[in-house]
């Protein structure tokens, strides 16, 4: 089979990033461009155009130097999405070996949202599966049971992110498909067996953030909330009076577990000239801003405490405060929960930030990989008939 072009678009709440890797070699990438652009809040982009023309320029370059992919899977954010989990059954005739193909019949029964006046769903994966006697686990296939039941999540999007992007896919003559850029991280970045013990990812980007709990392979709740980095940049700005971009600058270069004098300072580089500010007044305010983060993070753990356990760990990822020294210790202080940083284990992409755009080239990857077993699949059994 020939190669393609596996394309993902990446939405972050300050950059998208549109991605080309090859299909027989993953670490083969072929095009990789970003643009920034205005970003997001409580589920609406700010500028539409200038997202479509950041958009559509990344697409132009993408063709001139690897060429038009077939299509590009792009990862729905948080903010327009919502996770829902639902328990689905069968019964067989007998006691027989569970297929494959059971589990997908069985997956796509719950699929109820192509109908749907508000949500559509991008994508459904296990939390657990049940076989007779209670039986738990994880990998039902080749097991023998006379049932099977299983807990399932589906990621729904927001009809009006579909519909936009189909409509700029339209105008670009390009062809988008879907998924959950929260799932494609919990999936791909974090290990099966930490996710099946259950966890919580804490993905803080630069506007947006994320909390999901996940167990399995499934989100079985998830929060988001208009705060990040930005905020942090914002307060800076506000209450030292000086320019964004230094605010913005001083945000990436923060030690919270410095304990300094009051002429200690921060050095950035602003167009090749230096300026300092003092460490004391930055972490202050940079902590306020933190903290209305973590108050964020703890209304939403308490809002879902009967969901998740108060022994699950926070596993921290993202463009916005994962690489502030200190971070960490803070939103554990603050949630009384042990807090990891997490990033990919990838040759050309190893940094929190990149956790999203990871994620979404290894689902490309695995939805590429399992249509060529289908058609393999397909094709065997037609000729077994013949």
């Known amino acids: 089979m020939r190669s393609r072009r596996l394309a993902v678009l990446d939405i972050g709440s300050d950059v998208i990033t549109l991605i080309v890797q090859d299909s027989k070699n993953a670490n083969n990438i072929l095009f990789k461009g970003s643009k920034t652009y205005a970003g997001y809040g409580q589920g609406w982009f700010f500028n539409e155009e200038g997202l479509f023309n950041s958009l559509r320029s990344l697409i132009r370059e993408c063709r001139i130097i690897a060429g038009a992919p077939e299509h590009i899977l792009i990862g729905v954010p948080a903010e327009f999405s919502t996770a829902i989990c639902k328990n689905i059954s069968t019964s067989f005739y007998s006691r027989r070996e569970i297929t494959s193909d059971d589990i997908d019949s069985l997956l796509s029964r719950g699929d109820v949202y192509k109908k749907h006046p508000t949500y559509r769903s991008v994508c459904h994966f296990p939390v657990n599966y049940l076989l007779e006697d209670g039986i738990e686990t994880m990998y039902p296939v080749g097991k023998t049971s006379s049932t099977l039941a299983a807990t399932v999540s589906y990621v729904l999007a927001d009809r009006r992110f579909i519909d936009f992007f189909n409509a700029i896919a339209n105008v670009l003559n390009t062809k988008f498909e879907y998924t959950s850029s929260v799932q494609s991280e919990i999936l791909h970045i974090i290990p099966p067996d930490v996710r099946d013990e259950g966890i919580l990812l804490l993905d803080i980007g630069y506007i947006s953030s994320v909390l999901a709990y996940a167990r399995g ?88 405490s009967g969901i998740i356990p108060t022994y699950t760990p926070i596993l921290l990822t993202g463009s916005g405060i994962s690489d502030a020294i200190g971070a960490k210790e803070f939103i554990s202080k603050e949630t009384s929960r042990h807090v990891t940083i997490i990033k990919p284990s990838s040759i050309q992409f190893d940094k929190p930030s990149q956790s999203s755009m990871v994620g979404l080239l290894r689902e490309q990857n695995r939805i590429y990989q399992k249509q060529k077993s289908n058609i393999r699949r397909f094709f065997e059994s037609f000729w077994r008939k013949k």
């Open 217 to 304: 392979d499934g989100i079985v709740h998830m929060a988001s909330f208009s705060l990040g980095l930005g905020h942090i940049a914002g307060y800076l700005w506000q209450y030292i009076d000086m320019p964004f971009n230094h605010a913005l600058a001083l945000s990436h270069k923060l030690n919270l577990n410095l304990f300094s004098d009051d002429d200690d300072t921060y050095s950035i580089a602003i167009n090749n000239k230096s300026y300092v500010y003092k460490i004391k007044t930055v972490n202050e305010i940079a902590c306020y801003a933190l903290n209305l983060i973590t108050n964020t993070v703890k209304n939403a753990l308490l809002s879902a």
